[in-house]
């Protein structure tokens, strides 16, 4: 269990994104009933102690600006439907040109990072959170499993 404090808070970020895996589209959608793109990076932020506004261009506003290049899981990648346009989709990257985001046709799902999105990309987002918030939550993590564990036993 050392080995968790080592990694990267934004694979914790990626983990939680794929959690939702599954779950059903809902426009506006904010909880495990049904999501849309901005209630799943709302939901999996809100886990760590960020929280973000509504709307996924406003998110795309906010924390600090990365390369495509330089893209680390956790990172939030924000879309648009035409190549330059407006931002209106959003997305988590959970690492090897693999991103999370709850398609309108799917629901939550993981999709390669692909030319049509790599063309649609308007702009990437690192949020860091707290490290307060960080390891009490992955402590809360191991807690729950350990629990499970034992009641299996």
Known sequence: MIL???LYSGDYVAYEAMRYVG???RYGGFDTTGLDCSGLVNLVFKKFG???PRRSR???QQGREVSPDSLMPGDVLAFS???G???N???IYVGAGRFVHASSTRGVVVDSLNDYYMKRLITA???NPSKEVYFSTILSWIRRDALKEFSRN
């Open 4 to 6: 968790l404090m080592f």
């Open 23 to 25: 779950v059903k589209y």
């Open 89 to 91: 989709h959003l997305g």
């Open 81 to 83: 439907r035409i190549p």
């Open 125 to 127: 987002r690192r949020f």
């Open 58 to 60: 406003d998110i795309a």
């Open 50 to 52: 960020i929280y973000l």
């Open 85 to 87: 346009g407006r931002v």
